[in-house]
């Protein structure tokens, strides 16, 4: 089975701060695809990152990172120097290799920065 | 480049009554996936098209249907709606046929609420 855990679900932090949210994967695909969304109070996911199950490598881009770590089933995102316009829901999403390519969903962390 | 629309933006039924949800996908977008999304279950798949055709389906009981017309623009219908029903449904979007390489592209949903 297919799951994907958020196990925060909500993080206040003060901006500027530095802001780590965790995501664990279960899967016994050999091939699958892991994603990241931001949802805003509008209501649209927004896509942040996409890796797939083959390419470990951390990928950093501007304020954002994320590591992905295959012997922890773990896809960490990090948000360095936090700013109020961050705040938002952050999902973790997994996506099966083949035909049933759905995205199966964490339940989300809601972010709060204040200012 | 036009993102994925979603219309109504709200709709308020009453138990009983059937309703149709719209989404046009970004242009050149041939996949389209629809999600109901409740502060109980998160985010859950419902359907995918690609091509007119339904190509995987969720766990959802067969009061909710979709479709999908020549030009990619997609309706679902949910039939003798019940309160557990009221719901954000969010619509999404990709290239092609191999869209699990792919992030989806979401609209801002339609916000239903049965009375």
């Known amino acids: 089975a297919q799951k994907v855990t958020q196990a925060q679900t909500e993080i206040s932090v003060v901006e500027k701060e530095d802001v780590t949210l965790d995501c664990v994967y279960e899967?016994?695909?050999?091939?699958?695809?892991l994603f990241w969304y931001k949802q805003p109070p509008s209501g649209e996911l927004v896509f942040l990152i996409r890796?797939?199950?083959?390419?470990?490598q951390n990928e950093i881009s501007g304020r954002y990172s994320w590591n992905f770590q295959k012997s922890t089933s773990s896809f960490n995102f990090t948000i360095t120097a936090s700013q109020v316009v961050d705040s938002a829901v952050y999902f973790c999403?997994?996506?099966?290799?083949?035909?049933?390519?759905?995205?199966?969903f964490g339940k989300g962390t809601k972010l709060s920065v204040k200012p | 480049k036009a993102g994925v629309t979603q219309t109504p933006r709200y709709l308020i039924k009453t138990r009983g009554q059937q309703v149709t949800l719209s989404c046009s996908p970004i242009?050149?977008?041939?996949?389209v996936s629809w999600y109901q999304q409740t502060p109980g279950q998160g985010l859950q798949f419902l359907f995918e098209?690609?091509?007119?055709?339904?190509?995987n389906k969720g766990n959802f009981p067969g009061r909710f249907s979709g479709r999908q017309f020549s030009n990619s623009r997609s309706e679902m219908n949910v039939s003798t709606l019940e309160l557990g029903d009221s719901a954000l449904y969010l619509c999404?979007?990709?290239?092609?046929?191999?869209?699990?390489?792919?992030?989806?592209?979401f609209g801002n949903g339609t916000r239903l609420t049965v009375t």
């Open positions: 999404a979007s990709s290239p092609g046929q191999s869209s699990y390489n792919s992030p989806l592209h």
């Open positions: 899967t016994r695909d050999t091939t699958y695809y």
């Open positions: 890796r797939n199950s083959f390419d470990e």
């Open positions: 999403a997994l996506r099966r290799g083949g035909s049933q390519g759905n995205l199966i």
């Open positions: 242009s050149g977008h041939r996949s």
């Open positions: 098209y690609f091509s007119e055709t339904q190509r």
